[in-house]
């Protein structure tokens, strides 16, 4: 598992460094401006389903049931319950991407109601629900071509072939970067060219995947499936998941919601571009990890194997807090010098900088916490528990949205990252308690060791880079020189972290999977 898990953050580090190319693309187009807010908002709604459909709730149960028809050795079985699968999939999302277009008004009223309102009387934001209207009918179809490139992505990561799926997300990001840069200059509305990106990179990820289907064998013809039994098990286990697993998807989008009553001009603009950094190490790590322990945890279940179970999970919680503490403390340390170096170019400017900053810190405080869930969840999918998560989710939800309440009033965006932080934590929380009370995990003692001399290690890299900070001016200093500062930061920052680490007594050879779990 930790050599596939390095091949999926290997494949996820070169898509997220094209996203962040992506990102400092769109940050020197639009900057964090009426525009800018207004593709974030059309892209976001079909990313919503997209980790519904593609990575969320789909995934989730469909590979815990397709590792049980894998088991059967029926390869003539196989075939036919991924061809079933795929039509019914592909018929339902392409079904909601038609009303999607059709109803394009409808969503930007009902996820855009500040700009809705602005629109009904006038009001200076009027503009944004138009343009978000007509951008939404472009960026929605894109949930068809993902839904079913995640289809394809489950099948070749259930075989251990994880680089394609991994990798396929660069294709989106060299998409949007070619739209902005060669069709944006020749639209009145340069935002328009990053909605064609999105379009044209949902085709390019399912056309990349083809192939490796092909090569395995699993590329028929798609079939209409929905009495199928294997079918129905996925969709009995779908439904309910379809809420527990895209809380923080939910949460995102009410974050919007109230961003867009907000006095402030560039409140979403400000959250994506910290969101845009948190994905940086949650991706890397957190969903790398989560990728490859979903298969060996269904393997396990499959097996009737809980002591290898109970290993697998441990090992993940060992690896996700190595290296998800560091980087929550990274995050909130150097939010604005992170944001200056790698966003603030043309329309994007220092204040934007700043004001994002202020909405990475508070992302940043819940990073282990959404990583966490990114391999605690996976423990409940792969016995085909989806009731608990959902139970779990609802109840995370409510508080996310309370949380939104109380927070908003005095902080504005930044009590509604704060907020979300917060409820990505009581949810990693309640996961785990119930896999405690379940007897399916409890931490080991070695791993509970092993957590505090990584938390006393980030706290000493922690103090390192606050320090050499404190000699550091960002504001007035030239890009080449930023990046030598930051650079330096990042350095010391590693040397220090793993330094401790060695002299408190972390070896290599505690990353390897305990059996005695």
């Keep these: 598992m930790l050599k596939s898990g390095i091949v999926v953050s290997t494949m996820t580090l070169i898509s997220r460094v094209l996203g962040l190319v992506r990102d400092v693309v769109v940050a020197n187009f639009l900057g964090a401006g009426a525009a800018a807010d207004v593709f974030f908002f059309a ?15 789909f995934a989730q149960a469909f590979v815990p049931v397709l590792t049980e028809v894998k088991a059967q050795n029926d390869e003539a079985t196989m075939q036919d319950f991924v061809a079933k699968v795929s039509g019914t999939l592909g018929a339902i999302v392409f079904v909601t991407a038609i009303v999607g277009v059709i109803f394009s008004p409808v969503l930007a009223a009902l996820f855009g109601g500040g700009w809705f309102v602005d629109y009904l009387n006038d009001g200076e934001k009027a503009d944004n629900f138009v343009l978000a209207s007509s ?30 799926a991994a990798f396929t997300p660069v294709l989106l990001n060299i998409s949007i970067i070619i739209c902005a840069l060669f069709l944006g200059p020749m639209l009145d509305e340069p935002a328009y060219a990053l909605a064609w990106g999105v379009f044209f990179g949902g085709i390019v990820q399912l056309l990349f995947q083809l192939p490796f289907l092909y090569r395995a064998g699993l590329l028929k013809r798609p079939k209409w499936g929905w009495r199928d039994p294997n079918v129905t098990k996925v969709r009995t286990l779908m439904i309910p998941a379809l809420f527990g697993v895209s809380v923080s998807q939910i949460n995102l989008l009410l974050d919007t919601l109230i961003a867009t009553f907000l006095d402030l001009t560039g409140s979403i ?11 940086f190490p949650l991706g890397l790590f957190g969903i790398a990890i989560a990728t490859v322990i979903l298969p060996a945890l269904s393997r396990n279940h499959v097996s009737k194997d809980p002591r290898a179970f109970k290993a697998n999970i441990d090992w993940a919680f060992k ?20 944001l200056m170096v790698i966003f603030q170019r043309g329309e994007f400017s220092i204040n934007d ?15 282990l916490s959404f990583m966490l869930i990114k391999i605690l969840a996976p423990a409940f999918y ?60 409890k931490m080991s003692k070695e791993t509970i060791l092993f957590n505090g001399k990584v938390t006393i290690a980030a706290i000493v890299m922690g103090i390192s880079i606050y320090w050499l900070n404190t ?42 999977i305990q059996k005695s779990v």
């Design 43 to 57: 892209n976001k709604i079909p990313n919503f389903l997209r980790r519904l459909f593609a990575e969320g709730a």
């Design 135 to 164: 951008m939404l009918k472009i960026t929605f179809p894109y949930i068809f071509f993902i839904s079913l490139a995640g289809l394809a992505g489950a099948v070749l990561n259930t075989f251990n072939k994880f680089a394609v």
């Design 269 to 279: 603009s400000w959250l994506y571009y910290s969101d845009r950094l948190l994905e």
């Design 319 to 338: 690896i996700i807090c190595l290296l998800g503490i560091p980087s929550a403390a990274a995050l909130v340390l150097i939010a604005e010098p992170l």
């Design 353 to 367: 900088a700043r004001m994002a900053s202020y909405s990475l810190m508070a992302y940043g405080s819940g990073l």
């Design 382 to 441: 792969a016995r085909q528990d989806i009731k608990t998560p959902v139970k779990y989710g609802i109840i995370t939800m409510v508080c996310n949205m309370v949380f939104n309440l109380i927070l908003a009033i005095p902080f504005g965006y930044v009590g509604l990252a704060m907020a979300t932080a917060m409820s990505g934590t009581l949810n990693a929380i309640l996961l785990y308690q119930r896999l405690h009370k379940q007897g399916v995990y």
């Design 471 to 512: 000699s550091f001016i960002w504001e007035p200093a030239p890009l080449l020189e930023r990046i030598y500062m930051l650079t330096c930061l990042v350095a010391l920052g590693i040397l220090v972290y793993a330094s401790t680490l060695l002299l408190i007594g972390i070896r290599p050879a505690q990353m390897k």
